[in-house]
């Protein structure tokens, strides 16, 4: 059973960089061929795709946050990680991980989410 748990900080100042990580267990993060994504809710809203960190360790993000957004991971602690610069109120959201078999595929897993907010 893989289980993923998000953690970071719960209030963030605009400007700065929230980051979160995000830990696996009970499957590597490099295990072939599973794509590890970060999501994203704000109130109110329905699920933002940030982007992805695949099992070769390529990365891809929505092209709206791209310029602000850095996903990486920790293969010694099989977790993955996200960074997102820049911070404004509008980034407020519970954040989620969560794993797909393929790129295009339904994700099957999913942490349980974090709230984020952004506020001074």
């Known amino acids: 059973q893989v289980q993923l748990q998000e953690s970071g900080p719960g209030l963030v100042k605009p400007s700065q960089t929230l980051s979160l990580t995000c830990a696996v267990s009970?499957?590597?993060?490099?295990?072939?061929?599973?794509?590890w994504s970060w999501i994203r809710q704000p109130p109110g809203k329905g699920l933002e795709w940030i982007g992805y960190?695949?099992?070769?360790?390529?990365?891809y993000y929505t092209p709206s946050l791209k310029s602000r957004t850095s996903i990486s991971r920790d293969t010694s602690n099989n977790q993955f990680s996200l960074q997102l610069s820049s911070v404004t109120p509008e980034d407020t959201a519970v954040y989620y991980c969560?794993?797909?078999?393929?790129?295009?595929?339904?994700?099957?897993?999913w942490g349980q989410g974090t709230q984020v907010t952004v506020s001074s």
């Open positions: 009970g499957g590597s993060i490099t295990t072939n061929y599973y794509f």
């Open positions: 960190i695949a099992y070769s360790g390529s990365t």
């Open positions: 969560a794993r797909a078999s393929t790129v295009i595929a339904p994700y099957d897993y």
